[in-house]
């Protein structure tokens, strides 16, 4: 389990949880009797673990939105320890909730209590919960402690507007903007921000390296606190890059009300039955470091790597259904790639093998050359190659290799085809992504390198860039891949 700082406001603690991943968080609050829990994830035992380690008892889960990049543990989490399940009364989902309206207050415990604010902007029917500290408030404070902002106000950010559709986008950018206003309006500055999105999510329409923040701290440094509606519109609008394909799965999940996930462990694969799965189409991923991959892995097997966004990026570029196998180094690489993919609605993966690809393979080891950015300059002193960015385009258009052609990830399954011939030089911001790309192409039999290196270094080695400016392709949403 991840956590990051434990707050302590107001007599009252804040345990963040965090999933880097996904890059979101849930939050665990208590007055060391009762808890509330905000926004959790489907691998439910974390909060359970958490529970039982500050020895609090549940009673109620919030949740700010129906969302759009994770399948909810919100139901389950209630059931399972009979916690009240908090739901915006005007979401249409399938399953009893208690019912929160805009205005309304809730009482956990005898000191906190969280008034619901409906922040639309992210979904119509984002709420907001401001957490006050009824102890505070009787000795004549004001007893504000934070705001738990979901996808509303993030740090030095807003939640993204246009997952809903491009209909109904500019509509919800000018909420979010008014939303932004109103916890600004409401609260003091002192408050603490609490947002679930933020931390490399794409929910997020921007990116901040901040870790914590409070309403004044957001007056001073937020966009829709600090620009004009109609300048922070157009730049937000102008700055929205592509999102993970799963994301349209998961809403619909999560108006169903989706169980806790099923994290035990998978049926095991020898080499034969991983080569028929291969043959049939399925999916079956390799779990290890991208320089383990391209030295040796069975043929037709692809590398997501669980040292990176794996469930991101496998859940963006799968055709939803596809069964996954998983290759693991051990059994603790499988299980938690296994967690990563019930919290986008990939219950159970197929098969799993532990070990390495001379047990996994029936037959020859597959594998393909790895390179740097000072390689590719010097090769191409010597012969033609073609230079493939799968980078995004906003990437892209910012700062690329002169002559580089551009499929970004998520495009590629799609239009390998379109692949110009010639030996591949194959590129993303880290060589994360490269690896992904480099082993989809490896199993059209193209001839390639994959490049494992980071971007910042093209310059640096001589190769001509061109584009706005330089950049590490970060990107919303993409810090580190």
């Not at 906003?394 to 690329?400: K, L, V």
């Not at 993303?428 to 994959?450: F, K, P, Q």
Request: with cysteine; charged share 20%; hydrophobic share 40%.
């Amino acid at each position: 389990m991840i956590e990051t700082k434990t707050n302590t406001l107001g007599g009252l603690t804040i345990v963040p949880i965090e999933t880097p991943t996904l890059g979101d968080r849930t939050y665990l609050v208590h007055d060391g009797q009762v808890a509330f829990v905000v926004d959790p994830q489907r691998d439910i035992d974390r909060v359970t673990a958490l529970l039982d380690e500050h020895q609090v008892r549940l009673t109620h889960v919030f949740e700010t939105h129906i969302h759009n990049d994770y399948v909810t543990g919100g139901l389950a989490l209630a059931k399972a320890t009979g916690a009240d399940y908090l739901v915006n009364a005007a979401d249409e989902v399938a399953f009893d909730r208690t019912l929160i309206n805009d205005g309304e207050t809730v009482e956990v415990g005898e000191r906190m209590r969280l008034t619901a604010l409906a922040t639309p902007g992210h979904t119509f029917t984002h709420l907001s919960y401001a957490l006050s500290d009824a102890s505070a408030t009787e000795r004549g404070g004001d007893g504000s402690v934070g705001v738990f902002s979901g996808g509303s106000l993030l740090f030095g950010a807003t939640g993204r507007p246009d997952l809903l559709g491009e209909e109904h986008t500019h509509a919800l950018v000018r909420h979010q903007h008014a939303s932004a206003h109103r916890l600004a309006d409401l609260l003091p500055d002192e408050t603490g921000v609490f947002p679930t999105h933020g931390f490399g999510s794409f929910c997020a329409s921007t990116q901040s390296d901040a870790t914590d923040s409070t309403i004044g701290q957001e007056k001073e440094s937020n966009p829709a606190l600090t620009q004009d509606e109609e300048t922070y519109v157009r730049e937000l609008l102008a700055g929205l890059g592509a999102y993970p394909a799963y994301y349209a799965h998961m809403a619909p999940a999560n108006a169903a009300g989706p169980d806790a996930a099923d994290l035990s462990e998978p049926t095991k694969a020898d080499a034969t039955e991983l080569r028929r799965r291969v043959e049939d189409g399925e999916w079956v991923v390799d779990l290890r470091n991208r320089t383990a991959f391209a030295a040796g892995h069975a043929a037709g097997t692809l590398n997501f790597g669980i040292d990176g966004n794996f469930a991101t990026y496998l859940g963006w570029l799968i055709p939803w259904g596809t069964p996954v196998t998983l290759l693991g180094r051990t059994a603790d690489d499988v299980a938690k790639a296994q967690r990563e993919m019930s919290r986008i609605g990939i219950d159970r993966p197929a098969a799993h093998a532990v070990g390495d690809p001379t047990t996994w393979a029936d037959g020859e080891l597959a594998s393909f050359p790895t390179g740097t950015f000072a390689d590719l300059a010097q090769v191409r002193h010597h012969r033609p190659v073609v230079v493939l960015d799968v980078r995004r385009t906003e990437e892209y258009e910012s700062a690329r290799i002169d002559g580089a052609v551009n499929v970004p990830l998520h495009e590629l399954p799609a239009h390998v085809g379109d692949v110009p011939d010639g030996e591949l030089w194959v590129h993303c911001a880290s060589g994360y992504r490269a690896s992904i790309a480099a082993s989809l192409l490896d199993t059209h039999g193209r001839a390639l390198v994959a490049i494992n290196d980071s971007f910042e270094d093209a310059e640096k080695v001589g190769l001509h860039l061109v584009g706005n400016e330089s950049d590490d392709g970060g990107g919303t949403g993409d810090k580190s891949n």
